[in-house]
């Protein structure tokens, strides 16, 4: 069971300390490294903070040594109360630079705090003044972390962080999201038009279409979520990217059924079919911006395969 901050001893508060500087000094050794492919100069800043934490560690250490001896009973984090839990680095990968950052500041200001109540608890003139030398120095690692940054940073560096930001968004955004959206927008063209055609009815087209996209949705992000962890390939959280791809799957069909919501057929089908151009010429787009594929071929690629669909629907729907 945890224990109140309250009701620790100077010597509990000391050990508490060192475990707290080795604890972070880990963390930002992960954060290094899990950013040392995407984010070299990042990761050089975590780095010199990491030696910051261990210097911290080395003086806590003298001084636990000087009143209490050498052995330095483990206390954990987990075992005091009133300090805010966090998910290993581990089980966070691929690391988000954002997400680090903002991290990193949650930590150093949780363990200023510790400090500043730290050095009001004890009785010993030098701990105290150790106990808020330290506190200010967790204060000034923002300002460390500032200087390294402009240090580290320069703007060939930036340019080449954010375009492996890109990278990674690419990967583990765009490319599930454009992996539903052109098989929703394509894949339901010929049930929706086969529906269509066959009963002149839009309330039946808009029915198949609807069932189809929402199971196209639904196929889609199992498929996507299962397809890999992510661990290895670095493409982000099989959770969040089939979420994306079962939803862009979803609205890649809905978009031209909607149109089949208005009674009268053929104006539901002139619409849908206006909508269907637009959301090829989208998914041309959205290749050409993220994908590096020139405009006209991937416009080409995505509208012949559309239009074959599209009229084997009406194909089928009108045999």
Not at 221 to 240: I, V
Not at 263 to 282: C, D, G, H, K, S
Request: hydrophobic letters at 45%; charged letters at 25%; aromatic letters at 8%.
């Amino acid at each position: 069971m945890a224990k109140n901050f309250k009701d620790l001893s100077e010597q509990e508060i000391l050990a508490l300390a060192i475990s707290l500087e080795e604890t972070d000094a880990r963390v930002y050794a992960d954060f290094a490294a899990g950013l040392k492919t995407d984010y070299p100069t990042t990761a050089k800043i975590f780095e010199e903070m990491e030696a910051e934490e261990d210097e911290h560690r080395g003086k806590l250490i003298e001084e636990y040594r000087r009143r209490f001896g050498e052995h330095i009973p483990l206390i954990r984090r987990e075992d005091v109360k009133g300090f805010v839990h966090r998910k290993p680095v581990w089980m966070t990968r691929p690391l988000g630079i954002k997400a680090v950052r903002r991290q990193a500041e949650i930590m150093e200001t949780e363990t200023r705090r510790f400090y500043e109540r730290a050095a009001g608890k004890v009785s010993d003139a030098s701990t105290r003044k150790l106990l808020g030398d330290l506190a200010e120095a967790e204060r000034k690692h923002v300002t460390l972390a500032e200087n390294l940054q402009h240090e580290y940073l320069t703007p060939e560096a930036e340019a080449q962080e954010e375009k492996a930001h890109r990278r990674l968004f690419v990967l583990q955004i765009v490319q599930p999201g454009l992996a539903g959206l052109m098989d929703g927008s394509v894949s339901t063209l010929a049930p929706v038009f086969a529906a269509a055609f066959a009963t002149h009815s839009s309330h039946a087209a808009f029915v198949v279409g609807l069932a189809a996209s929402v199971g196209a949705g639904i196929s889609m992000a199992f498929a996507e979520a299962a397809s890999d962890d992510g661990s290895l390939t670095g493409r982000g959280k099989p959770l969040l990217r089939g979420f994306v791809c079962g939803l862009m799957t979803t609205a890649g069909g809905i978009g031209h059924t909607l149109p089949y919501l208005i009674p009268e057929f053929r104006t539901a089908t002139a619409i849908a079919v206006v909508i269907v151009a637009i959301e090829l010429l989208v998914i041309s787009w959205i290749r050409k911006r993220y994908m590096d594929t020139p405009f006209l071929r991937a416009a080409f690629q995505v509208i012949v395969g559309g239009v074959l669909v599209f009229l084997v629907g009406i194909w089928i729907g009108s045999s």
